[in-house]
């Protein structure tokens, strides 16, 4: 099991399973989102995610095409998001997590649409778009 929480500790939640494979997001979304030049997350079932604490604070931003982002109301932490089209996962911020992350993220991914001001300097794989 997996604990975390937002800046001010307003929300807490549980991850009541695996983390799926982490990966670095490069979409211009994420980085809006996160306000770098990438997110780091992880796909977890979205059976496993349980808000303990704080679900009140939780404030919700979604698009026409079904992307919805939860974040804390009181100090903007981004916590997770998850498509419509996908109702059995959600993609956690790693960011959040209390307890340690098992294994780093293995991948970037969107990096054609990466920030202009970043190199990546790693040797993980790097993908255009969603592998």
Not at 12 to 25: F, M, P
Request: proline share 7%; glycine share 8%.
């Amino acid at each position: 099991m997996h604990n975390g929480s937002c800046l001010c500790g307003a929300v807490k939640y549980e991850v009541r399973g695996d983390l799926g494979a982490g990966v670095y997001c490069h979409c211009s979304r994420c980085r809006k989102a996160s306000g770098s030049a990438f997110a780091s997350n992880a796909v977890v079932a979205a059976k496993d995610f349980v808000v303990v604490k704080g679900e009140d604070s939780l404030k919700k931003f979604s698009t026409p095409a079904g992307l919805h982002r939860l974040f804390c109301a009181n100090c903007g932490s981004p916590i997770l998001s998850r498509r419509d089209s996908l109702p059995d996962v959600v993609r956690l911020r790693l960011g959040t997590l209390d307890t340690p992350v098992p294994v780093a993220p293995s991948a970037h991914i969107f990096v054609a649409s990466k920030a202009g001001w970043w190199e990546i300097r790693d040797r993980l794989p790097q993908h255009p778009e969603r592998p």
